[in-house]
């Protein structure tokens, strides 16, 4: 099977007060096209060292990558930038992720020249077919980032992350700071763009919940390692982990019924 | 019927043109665990505020707030405890966890250093801090997420305050952190006494605890009552909606299983 993504015994330690932690221990995962991976576990897990070390942005002391049949790892430069078109990131404050005086135009923009999508005529078309695409109006084009709602700046986030037709997004805690409805749209319009790109996710996130409506398959991170892999239905009804089971008791439950 | 704790009428706050908070009418009653639920831009935060005293001064206040239960105005620390979203800002930095714990506590209860350190490690046992004789002397850069919230839990109640407001306080941590500190909070106000002001945009997690709810949306009460009725039968379609936004592990997924 010849998914976008293999990652084979990825290792990575940090030392913290003279001691040696190991954020990633031994870590191996797939991600076929098409499919969302949920990686889910509490803080400290690993989880976005896993993703800082995926979008090269920390380097792993050991273990290696293939992502869409190319050694990843050793890729420098030039080569690195123009593939990192490929693999893109949604992360959860796309404020931080902006120059917050930037226009949505502009902001979409850059990817599109960077990694010359789009000639400077066409441009202005294919922004407006992203905002589009996204659920924004065009007329959004010339607003500045900051105006926009918490939900808007996280869809314009989705529209440069997909403007370099990527086969793969890295969606880090992408949904965690939204209001509960905002989520449920954004979830919704990933699975779209899912379906109709063949896009493949690595979905982030500490909770379970929002992981399990959206993921094929959920991966348990605790201490660094991945602690249990499997279809998301038999992780959240039969747990085989004490991280796993600790994640799913944890989850808030409407309790409606009278007492 | 005993007077309310504390009593809001007609609150209204507005910063500059914009209306934060609009007449709103609420009682708290004493000993009671209400939330104030809402999603970005309701007012619950600046009703938090309003109540404590915490708000910008550029902040237009109207209405009333009494506190028939005090007979006054509640004085920050000692009459009420405030936690914060973000203990890394709330905590200073260059303290010790013992020394911020301990002034509380030497302010409010009279107590000398010597009596208020003792105080205080007591308290750090209480909210669960791992070693509280070491984590006395760390500084909170060295504590985690969650133990950085213990500790800005035991500073709030370090002076046996009659009220506890929890802002978002639960927000900023992963969900296995956060049903930890849900649970102390609940065992600590049942213990105490307190009252409990829990301010949340997530109405599931209150619904596990606290005795009544009260709703906000875009700075207006939309309802309150107690937390049983208000889930089973909500009188207002915005929290019918909350209700059914709402996501946990038994409802149905947004992908069909396999890939195709």
Known sequence: MNGPLTVDALSKAYSSSGRRVAALDNVSLTITAGETLGLVGASGSGKSTLSRVLLRLLEPDAGSIRFEGEDWLALRGVDLRRRRAHMQMVFQDPLGAFNPLASVASVLDDPLRIHDIADRKQRPAEIAALLERVGLPTAFASRPVRTLSGGQRQRVAIARAIATRPSLLVLDEAVSALDVTVRGRILELLVELQRERGLAYLFISHDLAVVRAISHRIAVMDAGRIVEEGPAADVVTAPRSDAARRLIAAVPRLVTEPA | ?260
Request: aromatic fraction near 4%; charged fraction near 20%.
């Open chain 2, 1 to 260: 019927m005993s007077p309310p704790f504390c009593s809001v009428r007609n609150l209204s706050v507005r910063y500059g043109l914009e209306a934060a908070l609009k007449s709103v009418d609420l009682d708290i009653v004493r000993g009671e665990r209400l939330a104030i639920i809402g999603e970005s831009g309701s007012g619950k935060s600046t009703l938090a505020r309003t109540l404590a005293g915490l708000l910008a001064e550029r902040a237009r206040i109207e209405g009333e707030i009494t506190w028939p239960a005090l007979g006054q105005a509640p004085l920050p620390g000692r009459d009420f405890g405030f936690v914060f979203q973000d203990p890394g800002t709330s905590l200073n930095p260059v303290l010790t966890i013992g020394e911020q714990v301990a002034e509380v506590a030497r302010r409010h209860l009279r107590l000398d250093w010597r009596q208020a350190y003792v105080h205080a490690e007591g308290l750090l046992d209480r909210v669960r801090i791992p070693q509280p004789a070491r984590a006395m002397r760390a500084f909170p850069h060295q504590l985690s997420g969650g133990q950085r919230q213990r500790v800005a839990i035991a500073a709030a109640i370090a002076a046996k305050p009659a009220l506890l407001i929890a802002d978002e306080a639960t927000s900023a941590l992963d969900v296995v952190v956060q049903a930890e500190i849900v649970r102390l909070l609940d065992g600590l106000v049942r213990e105490e006494g307190m009252t409990l002001l829990f301010i949340t945009h997530d109405i599931a997690l209150a619904s596990g605890f606290v005795d009544r709810v009260a709703v906000f949306r875009k700075g207006e009460l939309v309802e309150a009552g107690p937390v049983r009725s208000v889930l089973s039968s909500p009188a207002e379609s915005y929290t019918a909606a909350l209700i059914a936004n709402h996501r946990d592990l038994s409802t149905k997924p947004l992908i069909t299983e396999v890939v195709s």
